[in-house]
């Protein structure tokens, strides 16, 4: 065998190195080599390309084949009663009105039907009196047959016969979401949701009003897409249990869509779905889905459609609607305070810091100095409704890095108890406006997760923090009299007090000084208590209150005895140098006071978009 030159004699070469087995040239075999790879290689990627091709092709066209029509087929004579809407986007106005599904009832139809039928009545006594009507009044007294036809058809459709093609029928026009769809033959069933109302709407095949295509394209409809859908009110003859309006259902005339929804990454129905339901589901050897905290968040833009949901946070803008109503009752006014702040504003290391024009800023803690400065400039009773931010590393049930206060601050005369006076008419109200006016959002919370009614006085139990101390040490716990509550001695003496006392809500007063912030008036009876009160729901905290420092030397003192730097705050101080009113104040954490009143068990439940120290997205 011949070697290459540059092999060893006697050396045993690979045949990569150019060693042919006839024996030619290696350079030649090389070449020759090379070239037979070569195209052996480009035909084998050809050929895998182009059965790559081949089967792309054959995916497409199984995809054509099964994608869900968009739009109505051309021969169809109904093709303009449905299909994908075009993009709205404000090009015209027309006088089309949407009706709200929560609206749809039996009473509804009664009404129209009562109303069509006096105007008959009226119309028909002019003409018997021979009453000469002018043109637009002859045009209406012709509606009176029609509206007797009205009258015939109501009836009718409480038998389920009404014909939806007949115009004497009550017509509505509806936007919703697609809930659930179902298919089959030559129906097609959807449940439509307008926030926590649904409604059964009906398709079913007929020769005047609905066609096979337009079954076709609703049943191809995917869950959570936004639809219109136009057609007859009927009366079913059997309640729909499944949605909320039980009593009647939309018999479909034309259904468009607006607004096509993706894969969803979690159902609503399974984020709807309570503990108890999913437990009861696998006691019977079935298997629920249960939506992880996380998941939830992540997509919180879709776990927001649930019912409970929507109710949390429709009680949630009760309750600043309510704080707003009572105060404004009470002689307060709003305002608006600065959130960039120089210094912080309750003190300690739990500030954002940012870089402000070369400087050092934080984000506020509270609006407390700036609600105080409020009150020195004669303002007497202010309040705001505003973010709240804390940068505490907290991963509890309750904390969240920014929330919402509701806060006020008033003069008073001669006693912090005036502030507790406050607060005590404030969430009496609060409680009693709640279980008044959103009964049915909190049953629709309560379904989900369920609750027991808060229990509460209205003049409500002032607790003094020695006699709470004395009620856990008297129970067995090891609680400091000088010393904050930890998160267990506030659950726990909750326990207490409602055994004794009857009520979830209730105020400690008292507090050491030792642990409220610096701005705390001492107490004069005992220095080493002050003039402050938490109030609590359920045995957790969602207020903390006191009088507050209005002499600028001892407010300095304060200061510098927690260590906080005056310059940070000097202009805060200087606000009480000239004439400074006695006052006192308290700021309400909103989120805890939704998430205790109906015994939630996250805070997170009760922010719409939560941010904790982990979480700055969506």
Not at 553 to 563: D, H
């Amino acid at each position: 065998m011949a070697a290459a030159s540059h092999s060893q004699p006697g050396a045993s070469v690979p045949e990569s190195e150019g060693i042919t087995h006839n024996g030619t040239d290696t350079a030649e075999g090389l070449g020759f080599q090379s070239e037979k790879a070569k195209a052996k290689a480009d035909a084998k990627a050809k050929a895998k390309a182009e059965k790559e091709a081949k089967k792309a092709a054959n995916a497409a066209a199984r995809g054509q084949k099964q994608a869900a029509p968009t739009q109505p087929d051309e021969n169809d004579p109904l093709k303009d009663q449905y299909g994908d809407a075009q993009l709205v986007q404000s090009q015209a106005t027309t006088q089309r009105k949407w009706t709200r599904v929560e609206a749809l009832n039996k009473d509804l139809e009664n009404q129209q039907v009562r109303f069509g039928f006096s105007t008959c009545v009226t119309f028909l006594t002019l003409l018997v009196h021979g009453v000469t009507l002018g043109s637009d009044l002859r045009h209406l007294a012709n509606l009176c047959s029609q509206i007797f036809m009205s009258h015939i058809c109501a009836q009718l459709t409480k038998s389920h016969v009404a014909d939806p093609s007949s115009s004497c029928c009550l017509q509505v026009l509806l936007r919703g979401r697609v809930a659930t769809v179902r298919g089959k033959g030559k129906s097609c069933f959807i449940v439509l949701r307008q926030r926590t109302a649904t409604i059964q709407v009906v398709l079913f095949t007929n020769d005047k009003t609905v066609s096979k295509g337009m079954v076709k394209y609703a049943s191809n409809l995917s869950r959570e897409s936004i639809i219109d859908v136009a057609g007859t009110v009927v009366v079913p003859q059997e309640p729909v249990i499944a949605c909320t309006q039980s009593q009647v259902e939309l018999h479909v005339t034309s259904i468009h869509c607006i607004s096509r929804a993706d894969v969803l990454p979690f159902e609503v129905s399974d984020a709807a779905r309570s503990e108890e339901e999913i437990a009861e589901a696998e006691a019977a050897g079935e298997l629920k889905a249960r939506v992880s905290q996380d998941v939830r968040l992540n997509g919180r833009y879709i776990d927001l459609r649930t019912a409970a949901n929507q109710a949390i946070f429709k009680v949630q803008s009760g309750v600043c609607q309510l704080f707003r109503e009572i105060l404004v009752s009470e002689g307060f006014q709003e305002i608006h305070t600065p959130k960039l702040l120089a210094g912080a504003s309750e003190g300690g290391s739990s500030v954002f810091k940012f870089n402000y024009m070369g400087r050092e800023g934080c984000l506020a803690q509270s609006p407390q100095f700036y609600k105080q400065m409020a009150i020195m400039a004669d303002q007497e009773k202010v309040f705001e409704i505003g973010p709240v931010f804390r940068a505490e590393n907290s991963f509890t049930h309750r904390h969240l890095c920014e929330f919402t206060g509701l806060d006020f601050e008033m003069a008073i005369n001669e006693h912090y108890n005036e502030v507790m006076d406050v607060i005590d008419k404030l969430f009496v109200y609060i409680f009693n406006g709640l279980n008044a006016k959103y009964g049915k959002d909190l049953g629709l919370i309560g379904q989900q997760f369920p609750f027991e009614p808060l229990q509460y006085q209205q003049q409500n139990l002032r607790l003094p923090f020695e006699d709470g101390i004395k009620m856990l040490q008297e129970a067995g716990y090891d609680a400091d009299p000088q010393g904050d509550l930890s998160t267990e001695l506030e659950r726990e003496l909750g326990k207490l007090v409602k055994e004794k006392y009857k009520t979830d809500f209730y105020m400690l007063y008292n507090y050491p000084l030792a642990v409220r912030p610096f701005y705390t008036m001492p107490s004069a009876h005992n220095s080493q208590y002050s003039n402050s009160f938490d109030v609590f729901i359920r045995g957790e905290e969602i207020i903390s209150g006191a009088q507050r420092i209005h002499e600028p030397k001892l407010l300095t003192e304060r200061a510098k005895a927690l260590g906080i730097p005056v310059d940070t705050i000097q202009t805060y101080i200087d606000s009480f140098k000239y004439g400074a009113v006695p006052h006192g104040g308290a700021g309400v954490g909103m989120e805890r006071v939704v998430m205790l009143f109906c015994k939630l068990d996250n805070i997170r439940k009760t922010s719409l978009f939560p941010r904790d120290p982990k979480r700055l997205t969506p």
